[in-house]
């Protein structure tokens, strides 16, 4: 199987073929096959995802992080390393090599932002005004226009 750039086609053939792999996971299987109950518009969706991240196409209008956090009961952050790992594998496996690395890096950005809002919220803290220091003269003045 010839190694593949980061294309449309690519892109469809790498879902699929990843989504494959997951739903047969004996980890994240049982997570997805309960919560996708309609596999042909999920991968569609996720189609849809990879190509707006990776060739910037626009195709996904979803929201990530609610369609996660509603989950939260059955995904443990652990989970997202498997989630990770099986990525890797199926990009290394499919991809050109930079196209996979890139896939890799972007997914493991992915998956710590939806660690981070779904696992480790941080309440805002104000900060004292007195604490605030521009840190140029260029900053003091934005800070007061």
């Known amino acids: ?79 997202f390393e498997r989630w990770l790992a099986l990525w890797a594998e199926t990009t290394d496996e499919l991809m050109a090599p930079e196209a996979a690395a890139a896939l890799q890096a972007k997914a493991a950005r992915i998956a710590e932002s939806l660690k981070l809002a779904m696992f480790f919220r941080l309440e805002a803290q104000p900060v004292p005004a007195s604490s605030h220091r521009p840190s140029s003269p260029t900053a003091a003045a934005t800070d007061h226009a």
């Not at 593949?4 to 096959?33: K, S």
């Not at 569609?44 to 196409?57: I, N, P, Y």
């Not at 996660?68 to 443990?76: L, M």
Request: net charge negative; glycine share 6%.
């Open 1 to 79: 199987m010839p190694a593949l750039d980061i294309t449309e086609p690519g892109l469809t053939r790498l879902v699929d073929a990843f989504y494959a792999r997951v739903r047969c996971d004996e980890e994240l299987g049982p997570i997805f096959n309960d919560a996708i109950h309609d596999w042909p518009e999920h991968l569609e969706k996720l189609r849809a995802f990879w190509s707006s991240v990776m060739l910037t196409s626009g195709r996904y209008k979803g929201q990530p992080v609610p369609a996660h956090v509603k989950h939260r009961d059955r995904i443990t952050p652990a989970l």
